[in-house]
């Protein structure tokens, strides 16, 4: 081919051809046309007795001065007798090398900047497993915690952060048993993380979460012991009766049901007299199985991995009192293997849900605006103020006491650990008869209580009706 000095125009105006060819450019630099259209730079050298080549580089990213002046560079190099393609290849290394470093120190500054949010999503993932499958524990740190630190690095989180995010959420909206809680989700996570890499690392300085303070967090007036001692008297467990009972008359009576108030459902009102008169607690009900009571001999086993501790099951004795209010149950919910079951899906209703519904009925003891979709209103509102479903197990209990049943009966009817592990392994003796009558009277106890006919307040009782009052209690 023709030797031709190359200009910008020749080097547009190169077309390809069925085979690659070479346009000269003189003293060994070629431009190199391939089919595909592309075209690169190419020095041709002699070394020794053989013809070598070395590509300089793409035609589209380097330009024809900046050819020329590698061309120069390698000619210098070919003359004092070094090799062009050595020294490429040694160029190449060294920035290969370069570029490792350059990709190692960006992977380095990664690790040491790691978010917040990858932590907790790893110990969410493999660092902590919770009854619900951390479905709670995963909400909390979405609403409280990672808006505010979750793009935060790890190594940059002290403990003002901490206790600023906790003083938000306790002491500014009056939430102090969520931030105590929170709190010790928070240690449970550096802790966690104190031990294991890439966080153990970023955590230098120790856990930032272990130097907050609960009283830090709470309001000056929060009991921080927060044990509640509400114990429902029986003029509230007659009022309790009595307001569930005309909340459904009411209700039943409007001729406008799309504005009457809309009263418990009939599931969540015997609820809550079977955790009275059993002492259970609301997840062990609310997770109960049609194939665990049996109506016949009156007991319901709660399997182990339904009560608190997961490590034995416990049998409770229905007095008949409960049992009536089982009876009842298996009326309204017999065809799901779920005593309770959920309305939205196909497993067991949850726990909170009943708790939720009594909460929303006490709405003057929220400390939140009205939320839609949901009761706001102070129909279940009792004497002695605020209460839950779990003070009733309580209530139960102090009525056994009352009874004069033994403690170890008694702790035993709550489903408690007596003897610690010695008492467990040596003692293998059930207590059935003592905790069958223990329950016996709890249950008759009950029911004398909820059979008078009026309340302090002066109201009287409706007519008994099964889906509204105990079942087996008339006013």
């Given at each position: 081919m023709a030797r031709a000095l190359l200009n910008v125009k020749t080097i547009q105006a190169a077309k390809p051809a069925e085979k690659e060819y070479l346009i000269s450019d003189g003293?060994?630099?070629?431009?190199?046309?391939?089919?595909?259209?592309?075209?690169?730079?190419?020095?041709?050298?002699?070394?020794?007795?053989?013809?070598?080549?070395?590509?300089?580089?793409?035609?589209?990213?380097?330009?024809?001065?900046?050819?020329?002046?590698?061309?120069?560079?390698?000619?210098?190099?070919?003359?004092?007798?070094?090799?062009?393609?050595?020294?490429?290849?040694?160029?190449?290394?060294?920035?290969a090398r370069e570029l490792a470093q350059i990709e190692a120190d960006v992977e380095r500054e990664k690790a040491e900047n790691l978010p917040l949010q990858s932590m907790v999503t790893a110990w969410l993932t493999d660092g902590v497993t919770r009854s619900d499958?951390?479905?709670?524990?995963?909400?909390?740190?979405?609403?409280?915690?990672?808006?505010?630190?979750?793009?935060?690095?790890?190594?940059?989180?002290?403990?003002?952060?901490?206790?600023?995010?906790?003083?938000g959420v306790g002491r500014t909206k009056g939430k102090n048993r969520t931030a105590v809680l929170l709190l010790a989700d928070i240690r449970q996570l550096f802790r966690w993380a104190e031990k294991r890499r890439p966080w153990r690392q970023l955590l230098v300085e120790g856990n930032p979460a272990e130097l907050v303070e609960v009283k830090q967090i709470v309001q000056p007036e929060y009991d921080l012991a927060n044990e509640r001692e509400r114990v429902l008297s029986a003029d509230e467990l007659r009022a309790l009766r009595d307001a569930l009972a005309g909340i459904q008359v009411a209700y039943d009576s409007a001729t406008d049901k799309r504005v009457a108030i809309r009263p418990l459902g009939a599931e969540t009102r015997l609820a809550?007299?079977?955790?009275?008169?059993?002492?259970?607690?609301?997840?062990e009900l609310t997770c109960a199985r049609w194939e665990h009571?049996?109506?016949?001999?009156?007991?319901?086993?709660?399997?182990?991995?339904?009560?608190?501790?997961?490590?034995?099951?416990?049998?409770?004795?229905?007095?008949?009192?409960?049992?009536?209010?089982?009876?009842?149950?298996?009326?309204?919910?017999?065809?799901?293997?779920?005593?309770?079951?959920?309305?939205?899906?196909?497993?067991?209703?949850?726990?909170?849900?009943?708790?939720?519904?009594?909460?929303?009925?006490?709405?003057?003891?929220?400390?939140?605006?009205?939320?839609?979709?949901?009761?706001?209103?102070?129909?279940?509102?009792?004497?002695?103020?605020?209460?839950?479903?779990?003070?009733?197990?309580?209530?139960?209990?102090?009525?056994?006491?009352?009874?004069?049943?033994?403690?170890?009966?008694?702790?035993?009817?709550?489903?408690h650990t007596v003897g610690g592990k010695l008492g467990r392994v040596y003692g293998r003796y059930e207590f059935a008869s003592e905790k069958r009558a223990a329950w016996d009277l709890l249950g008759k106890r009950v029911e004398a209580v909820l059979q008078a006919g009026t309340t302090t307040q002066g109201s009287k009782s409706p007519a008994n009706t099964v889906s509204c009052e105990p079942v087996g209690v008339s006013g």
């Open positions: 003293d060994g630099l070629f431009m190199r046309v391939l089919p595909s259209g592309k075209k690169t730079w190419q020095f041709i050298y002699t070394q020794g007795t053989r013809r070598r080549k070395l590509t300089l580089g793409d035609a589209a990213d380097v330009s024809l001065a900046t050819a020329r002046e590698r061309a120069a560079a390698e000619r210098a190099r070919v003359d004092t007798g070094d090799d062009p393609r050595v020294a490429h290849l040694m160029r190449e290394a060294e920035q499958g951390n479905v709670a524990l995963r909400r909390s740190f979405d609403i409280h915690v990672l808006p505010k630190l979750g793009k935060k690095p790890v190594r940059g989180i002290t403990e003002t952060d901490i206790r600023d995010v906790l003083r809550l007299w079977i955790m009275l008169a059993t002492c259970c607690r609301i997840g009571v049996n109506l016949q001999t009156g007991e319901w086993l709660v399997p182990r991995e339904n009560t608190k501790t997961k490590k034995t099951e416990w049998m409770v004795f229905l007095s008949a009192f409960a049992l009536r209010q089982f009876q009842s149950l298996h009326e309204l919910t017999k065809g799901s293997p779920w005593c309770f079951p959920a309305r939205n899906h196909d497993g067991a209703l949850d726990g909170k849900s009943i708790s939720k519904q009594i909460g929303d009925r006490q709405f003057r003891f929220k400390n939140r605006k009205k939320l839609r979709n949901r009761r706001n209103d102070n129909t279940l509102v009792l004497q002695g103020g605020d209460w839950t479903p779990h003070d009733l197990r309580r209530t139960g209990s102090t009525l056994m006491q009352s009874l004069g049943v033994s403690e170890h009966v008694r702790e035993r009817c709550l489903n």
